[in-house]
């Protein structure tokens, strides 16, 4: 089991209702781990580009600022895949073993700053401060087994069809890589692109969510102070206005050999449309639509819990979590009540709170759509069990909060069942047979996980096979696990993150043959 669910059962949200409201700061120990500069070359800059203003970093929380960071352009993004381009071949040429170090080095050190890492995730994205610190130590996850993999990333002697000839592949780093991020998990989801991509013997040119930067930009401060050496990894922050301007510079370069990308299915289609021109490898982790089927043979209770665990984490914006939920009529109303006691008991609140649950969602825009879908259904048919509305917190009333929901009488015409909400909204749709529930949670064109409870063993194996996805979880809510192969089929995207495959994307193959032997 990875770390961070070990964070989550010990202070998870669901089971701590020992709890006081207590609120604690979220101001760090090291407060150097808070950067508002570019990380090129091995230098905290400023933006290259003249007369830039900076962009603001807020807590979602509350809306207040954290600080400014650099609203980078083109010339930026030019000088960091200079950097990495030059880094490239000392970092591919050093043995494995040296590479390794370093990885294993920074994993300590992400570690030993779970603390301050976690609070600067809360503070920036807004998820409550176990949840920040289980992330970390999710990200951390990911570095030590990269770190591990550098070593054991072998080649393989082919059987010769001639003697006098020895045919030999092995595995040899692409270049230059360039990760772009999202926001909903600021340290995770750039660990586990940049991770991977150093063992290989990459170098990295990096983007971070413009929503969270600060997370990356700390841990590239952790990098360095692991002994990195300069341009092997760079980061550039930019803002949602400017994001193009770095991002084509990196599509356009010829020296970029792979793009990998975690973020929106028309986000992930347009660079892949754009790097086609250069050939780059491009791995895409893109919108989920996820399923999660109770069959009238589940253990009920356990249903629930995983659906509470699958669902609520980072406060619904997660793309594995649960976005449609379909309950065989019935077991529907017996799961039905029991969930909406869960639901309703949760507390939402700003991070600093510890007993929070649910923090606010990362912006307006988020909380705007949350509310789009939930007013669709409730027009189409749905019936509002527990939630359904925006609150309101009076002493921050410009941070985003939305009410943890259960919907029932969800059809597949309503928004919520065709679009990501990434939010806290469960939608429940009522089925009766098998074959009629695999067809509508394969009835998308996203495939990136899927849940589902039986205690039918041919059931589980049937339903498990039929389920046009990347990632099923049977009996169980918690997926992620850095030993495991993460990603999605169909417009969910391309590539796997995590585990012995998520070395292959930083890698191609060398083929040689030795002649003339005999
Ligand atoms: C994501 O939401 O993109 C990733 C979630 C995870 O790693 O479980």
Redesign the pocket.
Known sequence: MAPWHCELTRAHPFDFNSFMTKTVSLHLKRADLIVSHNFIAGNWQASLEPDQPLMPVTDPSDASLITHVADSGAVDALAAVDAAQSAFSDWKSRPAKERATVIKRWNDLIVSHKEDLGKLISREQGKPLAEGEGEVLYAASYVEWFGEQATRSNGEIIPTPANNKRLMAIREPVGVVAVIT?W??PA??IARKIAPALAAGCTVVAKPAEDTPLTALALAKLAQEAGLPPGVLNIVTTSRTRAAQVVDVWLADDRVRKISF?GSTPVGKHLAKESASTLKKISL?LGGNAPFIVFEDADIDAAVEGLMVAKFRNGGQ???CPNRVYVQTLVHDEFVQKLAVRVAALKVGPARELDSQIGPMINARAVEKIERHVQDAVAKGAKVVTGGHRIQRAESPQAAYFSPTVLTEATPDMVCACEETFGPVVPVTRFDTEAEVVGQANDTPFGLAAYFYSQNPARIWRVMEALECGIVGINEGA??AEAAP?GGVKESGYGREGSVYGLDDYQHIKYFCQGGLG
């Open positions: 999202p909903n998990f995770a989801m975690t982790e997660t793309c594995v997926l992620a993460f």
